[in-house]
């Protein structure tokens, strides 16, 4: 669809991802990349001690789960995108821990989109996090991603 057409959207929901797990595997992973060890991450042991009961995904996880969950989205697009480069978030709040071996999905819902120069829209939607089974979200935040058609 144009980006005229999408505008027309504003406030609806574009898409629902399928679900993903968040495995201690992935959350290792994460560790490693970010140098966040924290116990109540990668110590399945002294997690069980803790008020969650096991192990926890980092909230930055959750957060950079994003990207892979929009990928696997069945959504409404522009056609003709070039290119789509993160510009930043208006808001993030980490509402619910993801515990290890989860599984999370993402739904969008469209809150802006403007064209900022000939060609390149810039676009806000309201990204919830949600996990498998519980009521309340991982996460909710407003992400911003800036199109060029």
């Not at 609806?12 to 109540?40: P, Y």
């Amino acid at each position: 669809m144009t980006p005229q057409e999408l505008q027309a959207k504003t406030g609806e929901v574009l898409g629902v991802s399928d679900w993903l797990e968040v495995s201690q595997e992935r959350i290792n992973k994460f560790a490693e990349a970010t140098g966040d060890f924290q116990f109540i991450h990668v110590d399945e042991e002294k997690a069980k001690l803790s008020p969650f009961g096991g192990t926890i995904a980092h909230g930055f996880l959750t957060l950079s789960l994003v990207p892979v969950l929009g990928a696997m989205t069945q959504g409404v697009r522009i056609d003709g995108v070039k290119m789509g480069v993160n510009y930043g978030g208006n808001k993030t709040r980490f509402l619910s821990p993801v515990r290890s071996g989860k599984r999370v999905r993402s739904v969008t819902k469209l809150l802006e989109l403007v064209e900022k120069r000939p060609g390149q829209w810039q676009q806000t939607n309201e990204i919830t996090i949600e996990i498998e089974g519980e009521e309340k979200p991982a996460l909710i935040c407003e992400w911003i991603t800036m199109l060029y058609v």
